[in-house]
């Protein structure tokens, strides 16, 4: 079982920017990120595949980029121009087998995920 752990959850202001950043206990090379409000499942955000290839929710494009280093074996979230409803627990998520997935914003195609950090943003 591949051990993740996320860092870089803070509170910002709207139109702020942070750095979210999730290091895995062993190699893998497809990453997502997730975030969850209270009463409502977790969404994906975005995600990146062995050859680096990108997806993103369509609320967080030209906002959010996603970013990895296989030889740090972590991957990064880097978050621009905050809203309000980016406030949430944000997981990073991995599955160590797999090079790219089918549905990379689906929580069901990952088998290991971090504790989460919390985004609070404020208006």
């Known amino acids: 079982q591949v051990q993740l752990v996320e860092s870089g959850g803070d509170s910002v202001q709207a139109g702020g920017s942070l750095r979210l950043s999730c290091v895995a206990s062993?190699?893998?090379?497809?990453w997502g990120w997730f975030r969850q409000t209270p009463g409502q499942e977790r969404e994906g955000v975005a995600s990146?595949?062995?050859?680096?290839?990108?997806t993103y929710m369509n609320d967080v494009k030209g906002r959010f980029i996603i970013s990895k280093d296989d030889y740090k074996n972590s991957v990064y979230l880097q978050v621009n121009n905050t809203k309000p409803e980016d406030t949430g627990v944000y997981y990073c998520?991995?599955?160590?087998?797999?090079?790219?997935?089918?549905?990379?914003?689906?929580?069901?195609?990952?088998?290991?995920w971090g504790q989460g950090t919390q985004i609070t943003v404020s208006s």
């Open positions: 990146i595949d062995r050859l680096g290839c990108t």
């Open positions: 998520a991995t599955d160590p087998r797999a090079a790219k997935l089918a549905r990379p914003l689906e929580s069901a195609e990952y088998t290991s």
């Open positions: 062993q190699r893998t090379y497809v």
